[in-house]
Every structure is written in C-alpha cells, then in structure tokens.
C-alpha cells in the first residue's frame, strides 16, 4: 500500500500510533554482529517511519525506546542504548524541530544519567513550540510503574486537601506521562512477539494490536502501510453495538492535547 492510498482518507487512519520497536537483538545475532549494530540500525529505522508517518495520517507517534526492566540488561547492552539516545538526540534534534515536530519523553527521568535526564529536558524545551506532529519517546518507562506514579499523584494530592470525592479515570488519566496525548489508536509490535511487555497498560485499552514479523531494523514505510491497512480492515466498537468511525474527532489537535 502506498503513502498516497492511505493520504486520500486519512480519517480512516490512526491518528496515534505506538510501536513497540522490537527484534534488533535477533536482526544482528543473525547476521553474526554484536547486539549494539542491531540498535544502530533500528535508529535508522525509527527515522524511516518518523519520516513516513505524516503521510499516512498520523499525527502523533509513541516510540518505545527503553523499559524499566530493560535494565536488568548486561551493563555494556545498557549504555549503548544510553549511548543511542545521546547520538539520536545531538543529531536529530534540530531537523525534527524544524519538521515542526514536538518531542516528548514518556517514563520516570529519576533513575536516569544525570547527561540523558538533561538531553531528554532539552530534547522537549526546545521543540515544545511545535503542533505539527507529536513524537512520544518511552524511556524508563513502564506502564505499572506509570501507574504507580499516577495514583501517588493523587495520594498526594488528597493529603494537600486538593481531591475531594472518588477519584475518577480521569483523575487517574491525568497523572500519567501520556497524560492530555491524543487517545492511541493502534499499538504495533515488530519481531512477532505478541506481548505488550509493560507498554502503554492503560492507554492500550481500546487501541487495535497488530503484530508485525518483521524485525525492528527492517521497519520504514512499506511496513507502516501494512500496519495501518490492517488497522483500516478493523471494526471498533468501543463496547457499543455499532462500529465507531472516528474515535478521536479532528478537533484533538496536537498542540490543544500536550
Ligand atoms: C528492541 O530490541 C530494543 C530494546 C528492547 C531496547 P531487542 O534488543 O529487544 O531485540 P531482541 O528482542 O533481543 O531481538
Ligand atoms: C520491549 O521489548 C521494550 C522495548 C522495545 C524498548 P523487550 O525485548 O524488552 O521485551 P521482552 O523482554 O521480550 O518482553
Ligand atoms: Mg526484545
């Protein structure tokens, strides 16, 4: 499917998307290379679809880059991936704001190197102008310990005398990191693993899954098509009796949504 069939009915689109960008350890071992040309190259991939993604509709893209258990990884697996974010980010960061695209990094910043904590800062400072497109980077994050984050946020709240009532799902929604982010439409996962591994928990309850083989450095546009014509083949119906056509109205624009 090309760019273009989907670009004529986009409505019919996802307007969130979220990847859950996985296989780069196998892409390499296969080819008898260490784990990191792996990583290398699924940056590579994750430009391709950054770049491919306005064209199908998309309006906003969350990445998953690093988990919080991800750090049970070998320490030299760890800091490449750091390693990664310093590049990507020193690179990339000044085309992206001039795409007019806005960075935001999803996950707990406590527990990260003092260098990335302030990279990832700025990463967002600096493009925060942006409406054009929303680009969610998952980093240390997880959805429980979201979660966590989220109801201490209204324990917090409560004992400050703030919160009256029963808390509601949206006072709950509101302390997550993805809090006021378009809702996710449809959440896809790379290397035929068919499992959230602790990704978007809350967020993931009326998205669409699509599990796509192909490994994560193999991604870019041609796969992202697949992605979305399988999510165009889907019925939604949000636990009513009808199909739901547009679950996020146009009106859910970026900038109105961070
Ligand atoms: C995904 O690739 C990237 C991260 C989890 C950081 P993996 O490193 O998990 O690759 P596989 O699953 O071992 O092939
Ligand atoms: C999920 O992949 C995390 C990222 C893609 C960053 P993993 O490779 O860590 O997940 P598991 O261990 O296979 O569940
Ligand atoms: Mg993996």
Redesign the pocket.
Known sequence: MSAETVATAPEKGPRHVAL???GNGRWAERRGLPRVVGHREGVQALRRTIKAAPDFGIRCLTV????T??WSRPADEVSDLMGLVRSFVGSDLKRLEAAGVRVRVLGRRKGLPADIAAIVDRAETQTAHNDRFLLQVAFNYGGRADLADAAQRLVDLARAGELSGDVTEEDLGLGLSTAGSPPVDLIVRTSG?Q?L?N?LLWEAAYAELVFQDILWPDYGAEALGQAVAAFGSRERRFGGRDAVEDAAPEATTVKAAV
Do not use: L
Request: charged content about 30%.
């Open positions: 859950i960008m996985d998953f880059g690093f988990s258990e991800n693993e499992r591994s990704f």
